[in-house]
């Protein structure tokens, strides 16, 4: 089996995995829970994602070339320590968000930003709290508020009723602010680009027009050259070409 | 009487209805009030658009269809238990601001962002202080301090002097939030596109002028086969088909 | 004398009275004095612009016109009641900026960004500083604090150690944030039109090269007309214009 | 030696004397000491500067107008006392970002913006601690706190947590947030000029195709036209240049 078909089969189970790891993970830290069957699951697709990793590397026809290119994929599955890492799974999902969004650039561009707005104040609400909740003196402890704190950091309002104080937090924090200056730039150019392109056709329609005469011109020079031609060849005897003449002409 | 007359026919009266409502529910929350007069004109005119939506549905060609692209008018009419949805109504205003707008795209857009943020920020106020002043705790609590919370919002400054604590504030500022990341998109988006299109207008003028030498020649060189035609003619006897030559040179 | 002469003549006396004015002011709102000379420079400024004012009024050609069409020169005359609004006189400051920044849009656009956003903190920390310094509760007391206020309020960043409120701070707040988002859409509009310059030059490149080969094309073609004329021309005997056919070939 | 030598034997040196100053300064801040050891290394490659400002303005072939045209440079080298205008010199680590950025100038400006962020952030918050941690008062007293405040500052965010309260802290501020302006209107730009681009480059394709026909029209009238001549050549007795006729034709 090659690689590419590994990963069409691996597509969905993986989707799938992504999504029970997000859902016990959201449960673990909004409960603020220990139980053993969130622990299994989360350790469970964590299991899929290693054995996913490793079997990549296997069938990978330049295994050294995919090792160095693909060191992303070995932090989300080398890295289940350190937790909100763990949701760097979740770009899995960004896939379903590619299918939705269709071939134009922009109304992809919008869908991208509205999933991945989405995804990034649910993710960074659940990091933010796993963070935050068990150490004394934070302000954010319960998943409303955290939720709230991700949307306030990703506008960049910044009311400052909700803020991180420990590192791993503000690390989620600034993942939050690079995140919402980047959906800003998109949501902006977007917008931009769309205006500049109605001028564009405007102006592509003009130079169309520009065009015209020119060609005008043209197709009054060859009918003057071919009546030349028509009253040359009336002088001369019947020749031996007049077949290809006409060819020529009516081409 | 077919949808489109209805719709044109109704178009007045719904924008009188929903101001009617802007001012009852205005009066509502600033004066903190229950009077009866107030709660007959909210309930009246939202039976308005109750009967505009059923005899909308009744009129459309295809009503299942109407019905499922119709979702919001649906959410507008059917959610009068949730106050702040209520606002939704106001969008209707905005058909006036596209009257007033014109046809030119970026002038359009000006009228409309201003129309936008005039409209948010009362309306946001308006949601915000009915969502959190009866609340203990909460410190939105005069419609001035509404509105200046929502314009702080809205401009993505945050001070945190006033922000929501209820989850139905909370929702408003995020609407609020998100219409001025859209504001700020479409003013930066308009004044790039206004630059952008005198580069393009340029641009254009260039490629007109470098269109011109290829015409110039074109034009020697008819003016020369013609010359040549003249020649050959004047060698000839008088030919059967003069009147067709002068003709296609006239062309 | 016309109204164009006086404009000319009035320009840079009215320049020095607007600056006169901030001088002023700026004492009178910074040392939070009610000392005379400063009142009598203040309303002497004022008596420079309410002339001014009526002597456009009495020079412009259609009066009723000119009125309606200047309304915001009233605005800035007539309310000198409301401290705040006579700031609106820096605004022929904005004239000088216009001299030093050319003919270039983008490089005008800058110029104009940071005098207008200089002039904008200053103008709002004085505008702030005068509405908030005597309100009891207020924590913008001194001209150092407002400069910085009015800082965090134009970068949208809003910290929220220093706000207004004043019902006239706030409106001084939301001008500082309006002017803050005008800002940042200039500074980014600019940008973003220098990289779609760079492209729209390399589009145009490229439309150029395409031009090239039918240039080529037409300059053969002629050279092969302008043959056949003179092998024509070899077998006829010398006719009556040879001169015309040599300067027709000259062109 | 020419100034052009003497600056590209002394790039690297100076850059290792930057990063020098950088790492001592950080030293020397962040543990709020008085060491010798730091101030020696601090004194010393301020001696650097210094020395390569003089043989600079030495080697300039036009002196005068070299130290008028280089008045930052007199600034970095001059104002050693003001500690935080010190790291002006970090500016020089620029360099290296525009050999890794390469050609294309999107990409330069992604490296650019990544890098000037990064620099800045550190530089930022090195500064505001310099001036903010030995103030009572102050909140911005341990490195990882200043780096917050540097980020939450430059993305415009400004939670209110921390905020620095001396001048000099609120200058580096200022320069915090003007620079997370400028990197937001250049992330901006770039994703807009990347979606403009794409708009253009289908435009020129457009326009490309418009050219095709004329194109077209321009080979069959040649055609018509070398029939022409070869059809007058036959007629007449072999003539004294028939090479150069085949000559023109072959072009």
Known sequence: MTQEQWRKRSEWPLLVAAMVFLAAFSVQVIVNTEAVVVEVLIWGTWAVFVVDYFINLYLAPHRVRWFFRNLHELAIVALPALRPLRLLRLVSLLQVVHRIGGNALRSRVLVYVLGAAALL?????????????N???ANIKTFGDAVWWALTTITTVGYGDYYP???LGRCVAAGLMVGGIAILGLVTASVASWMVESVAVETAAELDAAEAPVFEELRRLR???ERLTALLEAREEPSAEPSEAARSTEN
């Open 121 to 133: 104040i649910y993710a960074g609400a659940l990091a933010g709290l796993d963070a935050e909740e």
């Open 135 to 137: 150490v004394p003196g």
């Open 165 to 167: 104080i420990t590192v």
């Open 223 to 225: 009918t003057q050259v």
